[in-house]
């Protein structure tokens, strides 16, 4: 339990460094015009990712969770690919990545990377580390309900959000 508690806190160390990327580029992007979509649904995200960190760690301490190394080892692989892809979304967007939806009307749209082949990449890395995390330990109820609500939210306002406000972008060049 004690090495899934240091994955579990690197996993709150890597989002206190995405905010603090996200914080410089949202500076950015406002000091270029850009104007932010969606602020409303905003807390309820950091509110759902912070409850997944801790979910994570109450289940597995006081609900006793096993390491299940045949389920354990391939969820592990599933956390380290999804920080991968998520880091590889935040270099390819460099300074318009962002954790808010702020859109910087004058410049095109990405079209490569990870977005050659989907529109919204992150939003996979999300996902999978959203149940994968848990599972890791066997924390199957972190696992459901944070996949649940974060469907409900990346589905009903997210993702409506992001589209909306990449559909006032000019298109990317070829």
């Not at 932010?36 to 109450?58: D, I, K, N, Q, S």
């Amino acid at each position: 339990m004690i090495l899934y508690t240091v994955l579990v806190l690197a996993t709150g160390v890597e989002r206190i460094a995405e905010l603090v990327v996200s914080t410089r580029n949202a500076r950015w992007s406002f000091a270029r015009g850009g104007v932010e979509f969606g602020r409303g649904h905003f807390a309820p995200m950091v509110a759902l990712h912070t409850g997944l960190l801790l979910a994570c760690l109450a289940e597995v301490w006081f609900g006793d969770r096993p390491f299940i190394p045949w389920l354990g080892w391939p969820m592990l692989v599933l956390v380290l690919a999804s920080q991968a892809l998520r880091w590889w979304c935040i270099a390819v967007l460099g300074p318009r990545w962002n954790t808010r939806v702020i859109i910087v009307k004058d410049l095109p749209l990405v079209a490569g990377g990870p977005y050659r082949w989907l529109k919204h990449p992150n939003y996979i890395a999300v996902v999978v580390e959203g149940f994968a995390l848990p599972l890791v330990h066997t924390a199957w109820i972190t696992a459901l309900a944070f996949t649940v609500l974060n469907a409900v939210l990346l589905l009903a306002v997210r993702i409506p959000v992001e589209n909306r406000a990449l559909a006032t972008v000019v298109p990317a060049r070829s």
